[in-house]
């Protein structure tokens, strides 16, 4: 049996037997959706949480003061960014960025392919971002999370991958294996994690292109059309993609001739979604 099916044939048992290590949320995440989902949540108390982390801290302020959410007035204080960006979002957004600890790794290989999905992610959330603001009526929070998710399952098979060092001599071999189970991985991982059903949907549902449903346009359809915009112009298979072919473009209602990174309106909220969440 050669490496890659060794390898292929050991997650696949592992997964079918619930062997497989799922990655568990950070816990500073944690605690604020508990706070969140706490009867009696405030935003002083909700601020309490976040303060514990100084660095996520900042961030949520800067976010708060950001272009993004076209405030008039300097936020100074985690109290005033709660009340500005709303509860719902301070949760998502927490969430997102608390992530971003996840993609790091010990072996050079694997953390720089960690950090190339995450950087990938965040391309991937702020065009979802921008569209969900622009041609739905879908939070624009969600849909940053939804971007942030849609790769959540190669986490743990680079986990395995850096447990069996001689794979990554196979990188094409590796990226295969990522691209065949990713899907199924990232839809247990957001189950496990509590993530609402039109999440969870998200891994196994993203990449079919002919996909289509009753109904208006949801985060499945956002995360289609955001993945294909997000390797525009790249070598990757993806990109040569004829988007008139794609339902979930019309479910936008949006034009396949269109590319966010074309239109200056699009282009420059897609600059401040993404300088949110980096």
Known sequence: MSLEQTFLSELLDAIKNDRLTLPTLPEVALRIREAVENPDASSSLIA????????????????????????????????????????????????????EQMFQATNDQIDAKLRETWEHSIEVASICQVLA??????????????????????????????????ILEHKGVLDKIIQRLHPKIGTAILKTW???????????????????????ANYVDLVTVANLQSYAGTEHPLASVDWATVPAFSKLGMSPEIDVHDVDELADDLDEARSALT
Not at 197 to 215: F, S, W
């Open 48 to 99: 309490d949480e976040i303060a514990k982390d100084a660095a996520l801290a900042a961030r949520v302020i800067k976010v708060a003061n950001s272009p993004l959410l076209r405030g008039r007035v300097v936020v100074d204080n985690l109290q005033l960014a709660i009340t500005r960006m709303g509860i719902s979002f301070v949760r998502n957004l927490a969430t997102g960025l608390a992530m």
């Open 194 to 216: 509590d993530f609402p059903d039109d999440l969870v949907v998200i891994p196994q549902g993203y990449l079919n292109l002919e996909r289509e449903h009753e109904g208006p």
């Open 133 to 166: 603001s622009h041609y739905t009526n879908l939070k624009p929070d969600q849909a940053m999370l939804a971007g942030l998710v849609h790769e959540i399952g190669t986490l743990p098979i680079l986990t395995c991958a850096e447990d069996t060092p001689e």
